[in-house]
Structure formats: structure tokens, C-alpha cells
């Protein structure tokens, strides 16, 4: 009897993902990226993950978007953290213009 060949490749991307933002109890953002994102709201609210947002508890989750491929969710997730506080604000109230225009006036951070 022959074996049974699965394809892998490309596999682990094409699973749903998330980017992120919660706010923390100090009011400073956090931004990340996960395949399950009720999951990790709880996680990061018990705790379970050691750093910043352990230290800031309780976080609560204020903006979110869905990608079909993780890669692409990462490749926000760097992104973001790299944008001011002003400019994920402005994502957060889904304010694209202002988005827009914090972006030609700092080049794109």
C-alpha cells in the first residue's frame, strides 16, 4: 500500500489572524498580532503573557482586523508598533483622513 502524500507548503499561513491594539490600564497602547484573539484578550488580562502588557493590567481591546493570511497580520503588527500614538489613534476612530495626513507629515511613521 502507498503512502499517503499531504501537501504542507504554504499551510501554516493561510490560517486566519488577527492584528490588534488593546489599550492598558496606564492608557498606552499595545499592539499585536494572533490567530485567536478572544484568547489572547484573556490571556493578556490574566497575565499569562510576562512584559509589557502583564504590567499594565487589565487591558482592554479597542481595535482589531481580521486577515486570511497571518503573514499579512504580522506585517501590520511591525508596522503599527512603529507609528505614533496620534497616528493609532486615529486608526482606533477609523479617522482615515487624519490617518492620511499623520502619515505625509512624519513620512509614513
Not at 80 to 89: H, V
Amino acid at each position: 500500500m502507498a503512502a499517503c502524500s499531504i501537501p504542507t507548503r504554504g499551510l501554516l499561513f493561510s490560517i486566519r489572524a488577527w492584528t490588534y491594539i488593546v489599550q492598558c490600564s496606564d492608557r498606552s497602547y499595545y499592539t499585536g498580532s494572533t490567530t485567536n484573539l478572544g484568547q489572547r484578550i484573556v490571556d493578556h488580562n490574566s497575565g499569562r503573557y510576562r512584559g509589557y502588557t502583564s504590567r499594565r493590567l487589565p487591558v482592554q481591546l479597542v481595535w482589531s482586523q481580521e486577515f486570511s493570511d497571518v503573514r499579512d497580520a504580522i506585517v501590520l503588527e511591525r508596522q503599527i508598533k512603529g507609528w505614533t500614538r496620534k497616528k493609532k489613534e486615529a486608526l482606533i476612530r477609523g479617522d482615515f483622513q487624519m490617518l492620511h495626513e499623520l502619515a505625509r507629515s512624519r513620512g509614513c511613521g
